[in-house]
Nanobody, 124 residues
Framework: QVQLAESGGGLVQTGGSLRLSCAAS????????MAWFRQAPGKEREFVSS???????TYYADSVKGRFTISRDNANTVYLQMNSLKPEDTGVYYC??????????????????WGQGTQVTVSS
């Protein structure tokens, strides 16, 4: 089992920045990819970004390329630096971990564990 705990969400104005963190605990000795998804009210959960088990590969949704940066450290924590935020970035951001696909990607069903989510609100 893996437990994921997100933090760093909040309210920010358009053009501002936030840094999300997700700390993993439990089965962290195994290789796993990590990702961020988000869900806006009334919409389906969508892929934002992922990073491979060794941080060698990263993927981004087209809507966040050039504005968001995903990274991970050796202490089982993944980060999402979000710059130039827009109102359409508003939503609950979820951290996810995949042991089946250690290279990451946008396929939601490949992720085995999910965090509880952290709210990000961007005001116009």
């Amino acid at each position: 089992q893996v437990q994921l705990a997100e933090s760093g969400g909040g309210l920010v104005q358009t053009g501002g920045s936030l840094r999300l963190s997700c700390a993993a605990s439990g089965r962290t000795f195994s290789r796993y990819a990590m990702a961020w998804f988000r869900q806006a009210p009334g919409k389906e959960r969508e892929f934002v970004s992922s990073i491979s088990w060794n941080a060698g590969s990263t993927y981004y949704a087209d809507s966040v390329k050039g504005r968001f940066t995903i990274s991970r450290d050796n202490a089982n924590t993944v980060y999402l630096q979000m710059n130039s935020l827009k109102p359409e970035d508003t939503g609950v951001y979820y951290c996810a971990a995949s042991f089946r696909n250690i290279f990451g990607g946008s396929y939601r069903q490949s992720y085995d564990y999910w965090g509880q989510g952290t709210q990000v609100t961007v005001s116009s």
